[in-house]
């Protein structure tokens, strides 16, 4: 059975550290994850065991800071007359030390190792223990009575009841702790799991949390034998500790700007002071470039993705392209938009990074630039500064115009492309227009010969086949074209049939088109006069008159 355990150290100090204001030291055991603790034996009550009491994982030890008198280990060596270990906060022992012995603190860890580690709590309760310092160690049930007093005026803690009958109401006592263990352990495992994802997110600064791991000269080793415990000291100090009035915020404000350099070197540069409290001001110049580039380091930061950067001014405006980039008026703008920028980066920074820490410390980029501006600002690195920022505005300039010809050249080739395209354009245009006309003129050509030769027949026809004179044997037919055009003739009742399609196909009426074929047929009785092209009119019935149809083929 595993019991939780929780052990708290409470120190009263003498009547010569009474004057003083009086401070809570406070010493935590945290058992290890170990399951193998003994179970208590039928009838023995509640025995604690060696697993369960003594295998510590982390030994806290918070140290509140008074005013102008921090208390120190060797404080508590000289004034810690009692210790009480409190167990789940309803049961307590007290070490009492002997009179006249000098208290370390390996002595005080190795009395509260005995006490827990001893199999008979009762031998100790009675003083019969080993620890030469600690002259009477017994356990009471922890209540406003006889709790070990905690006010100012030193009150000592009552006389506890018997072990035999503690033990047997902590029988009763861990049956009912044990239902909740799990619980309680899992709440435990949520609580670090959150306080560990909180210092991953927000880190603390390196002079404000301070860990060793044992074996370490000033670290106590509790000799447990095979369950030996790893101690780690966490050394957490209190909102007013030194290291957090260094955490404070910093400020830039731009005071001048100036033309520095000469020729093709010529640029402008910008002065700033820099100040950061607990830190003399400093005198920094930058130039644009080098803030452009400070952005860029910010916004690639990942504990930076949450809040919105400032936007820096435009680095080319239409007074800078008119009147030259070199034009008063344009840098007094950009120095005045440029010292918004810095008050908006001042207070996006500080707000993430002041409560913990030194703002140029916690930031790399802001911190280099810093430095890096604070460098040029010296009168002995200007002139290595200079030519460095002449070096990299050649560079710039360089790139820039190597940008500009090869925009130039892409620009030249891309008119030359669209020029090639028109021509191709128009050549397919003329093309295309020369084919539409040669079309045309076939198909008038066309159209004229089919015209020449219908009249041609048409003559040939009328030579051949006149109309019959008054009183000869003749047939009136009537043509009906699908136009729902008509057109009546006579003809001779020996003509043959063939000489009705060569009418129809050669009259001047809106009938069959010239060259397309067709067929004559009667309404009623329905009948087809092709295929009787031989027959004369009499014999295919068509006398005295009748009416034909002219059917166009489809193909």
């Known amino acids: 059975m595993l019991l939780p355990l929780l052990l708290a150290a409470t120190a009263h100090w003498a009547a010569t550290a009474k004057s003083q204001a009086q401070e809570l030291h406070c010493l935590r055991v945290e058992p290890a994850d170990n399951d193998e603790a003994a179970s208590p034996g039928a009838g023995e009550g509640l025995r604690p065991s060696l697993p369960s009491l003594a295998v510590a994982k982390h030994l806290f030890f918070p140290i509140e800071y008074a005013d102008a008198c921090p208390t120190t280990l060797s404080q508590l060596d000289d004034d810690c007359q009692e210790i009480e270990l409190i167990i789940e906060d309803g049961f307590s022992a007290v070490l009492r030390r002997n009179a006249g012995v000098p208290l370390a603190m390996p002595r005080l860890m190795d009395g509260i190792a005995n006490l827990l580690a001893s199999q008979d709590m009762s031998s100790a309760g009675e003083g019969e223990g080993d620890d030469p310092d600690w002259s009477e160690a017994s356990v009471t049930p922890r209540s406003e009575e006889n709790a070990l007093a905690e006010d100012n005026d030193g009150n000592d803690v009552a006389t506890g009841m018997p072990l035999e009958e503690l033990l047997a109401q902590l029988g009763a006592w861990g049956s009912a702790m044990e ?101 003399p001001p400093q005198s920094l110049v930058f130039r644009f470039s080098q803030v452009d580039r400070l952005l860029g380091q910010l916004a690639q930061m990942s504990e930076l993705r949450d809040v919105m950067l400032p936007r820096l001014p435009p680095k080319v405006t239409i007074r800078s392209t008119w009147a030259g980039r070199f034009d008063e008026t344009f840098l007094q703008e950009r120095q005045s938009l440029l010292t918004s920028f810095f008050e908006e980066l001042c207070n996006i920074l500080n707000g993430k990074y002041s409560a913990i820490g030194n703002v140029l410390d916690l930031c790399e980029p802001l911190g280099e630039f810093v430095a890096s501006a604070a460098r040029a600002g010296s009168t002995e690195e200007l002139a290595a500064v200079a030519a460095v920022e002449a070096a990299i505005r050649r560079e710039e300039d360089r790139q820039i115009i190597a940008s500009q010809d090869a925009e130039y050249e892409e620009s030249l080739r891309q008119d030359e492309l669209r020029r090639i395209a028109q021509a191709e354009k128009a050549e397919k245009e003329r093309l295309v227009a020369e084919e539409e006309a040669r079309q045309q003129k076939a198909a008038e050509e066309e159209a004229a010969a089919l015209l020449e030769e219908q009249r041609l027949r048409r003559e040939t026809f009328d030579r051949q086949h006149p109309l019959p004179e008054a009183g000869m044997p003749q047939a009136t037919v009537r043509f009906r074209a699908a136009s729902g055009a008509t057109i009546q003739r006579a003809f001779a009742e020996d003509t043959q049939v063939s000489a009705l399609f060569e009418f129809a196909a050669v009259a001047d009426w809106d009938g069959p088109a010239l060259g397309r074929p067709f067929d004559l047929r009667t309404s009623f009785p329905v009948m087809n006069l092709q295929g009787k092209e031989s027959q004369t009119l009499r014999e295919a ?15």
């Open 179 to 279: 239902e909740n263990l799990q619980q309680n352990m899992w709440e435990s495992a949520l609580q670090a799991e959150k306080v560990e994802q909180q210092l991953q997110e927000r880190p603390l600064p390196p002079d404000m949390f301070f860990e060793v791991s044992t074996p370490h000269d000033s670290v106590p080793i509790l000799d447990l034998g095979e369950h030996e415990a790893t101690l780690v000291w966490h050394f957490l100090p209190q909102p007013h500790h030194p290291a957090m009035t260094d955490a404070t915020g910093w400020h830039c404000v731009v005071t001048e700007h100036f033309v520095a350099g000469q020729g093709a070197r010529q640029h402008v540069e910008f002065r700033a002071q820099s100040s950061t409290n607990g830190a």
């Open 541 to 555: 019935g068509l006398c005295p008159s009748t009416m034909l149809l002219v059917a166009e083929h489809d193909d």
